[in-house]
């Protein structure tokens, strides 16, 4: 039988970790580096801000696993040691297709009706500052924190905890539909909602048709890396 945790227990663990580590610690921290007076966000800043949320994150998944008896890998679907599938490939052509024609494609007609809401510059304006402010290993950061780490750490979150322990409850389609709208809440850039919704459902089909985490993660990293190169090619 697959592990799963209680849906609201998952949600309720989450909740406090976003609260405490991506709001409260990741504010002290991001003051400490000099960042909380309108300072532009760099690497540095990016780095150590992420690293507390997702410390809080994943110790919520350890703890609301424990509370409940199972492994927290298990709970997450990592049980089983990931075996690399040709068929994973896929994942990565999904994410690199959703970021280069799926994604354009969403924000094509809410540009033609708000076309200073959704304009690109302010779509991509927090990735170019980024950007802007790395050089040498500030780069390497960079990519390590938005293609590496981040999607390691939402995937085991919102697809591995919220998404699977919801669709016990709701079933699999609903879950998607649910866990992709918090997914793009969570991110709080509005004018990013439409297309992190988009890129949820994207993650959250590839567990659902897969059954493995790990076709999630590739596609969320494929999805990112490509953004953040194409951030670089325009600059």
């Given amino acids: 039988m697959t592990e799963t945790v209680v849906f609201p227990r998952a949600l309720a663990a989450w909740a406090v970790a976003w609260v405490i580590g991506g709001g409260i610690l990741g504010a002290l921290v991001l003051s400490a580096l000099g960042g909380g007076s309108g300072e532009p966000l760099t690497p540095i800043r990016l780095a150590a801000v992420a690293l507390v949320s997702w410390l809080a994150l994943l110790g919520a998944v350890v703890a609301v696993a424990r509370s409940e008896g199972v492994g927290w890998l298990?709970?997450?679907?990592?049980?089983?040691?990931?075996?690399?599938?040709?068929?994973?490939?896929?994942?990565v052509v999904a994410g690199i297709i959703a970021q280069t024609v799926l994604i354009p494609a969403v924000y094509?007609?809410?540009?033609?009706?708000?076309?200073?809401?959704?304009a690109p510059d302010r779509l991509s304006d927090t990735a170019r500052d980024l950007v802007d402010a790395a050089d040498g290993a500030g780069i390497v950061l960079l990519i390590v924190v938005v293609?590496?780490?981040?999607?390691?750490?939402?995937?085991?979150?919102?697809?591995?905890?919220?998404?699977?322990?919801?669709?016990?409850?709701?079933?699999?389609?609903?879950?998607?539909?649910?866990?992709?709208?918090?997914?793009?809440?969570?991110?709080?850039?509005?004018?990013?909602?439409?297309?992190?919704?988009?890129?949820?459902?994207?993650?959250?089909?590839?567990?659902?048709?897969t059954g493995r985490l790990g076709t999630a993660i590739l596609a969320h990293a494929a999805f990112?890396?490509?953004?953040?190169i194409a951030v670089f090619a325009t600059g």
Avoid: K, M
Avoid at 74 to 91: C, E, K, N, S, Y
Avoid at 108 to 118: G, H, I, K, S, Y
Avoid at 180 to 195: D, K, N, T
């Fill in 108 to 118: 094509l007609p809410l540009r033609a009706v708000w076309p200073d809401t959704f």
């Fill in 74 to 91: 298990g709970a997450v679907g990592l049980g089983t040691v990931p075996r690399f599938r040709i068929g994973d490939l896929l994942a």
């Fill in 147 to 209: 293609a590496v780490g981040a999607p390691l750490v939402e995937e085991i979150v919102y697809r591995g905890l919220l998404q699977r322990s919801l669709a016990a409850r709701v079933g699999g389609p609903s879950a998607i539909l649910l866990v992709s709208g918090l997914f793009a809440l969570i991110h709080l850039r509005w004018v990013e909602l439409p297309g992190l919704f988009v890129a949820g459902l994207l993650f959250g089909l590839c567990l659902h048709r």
């Fill in 224 to 228: 990112n890396l490509t953004g953040l």
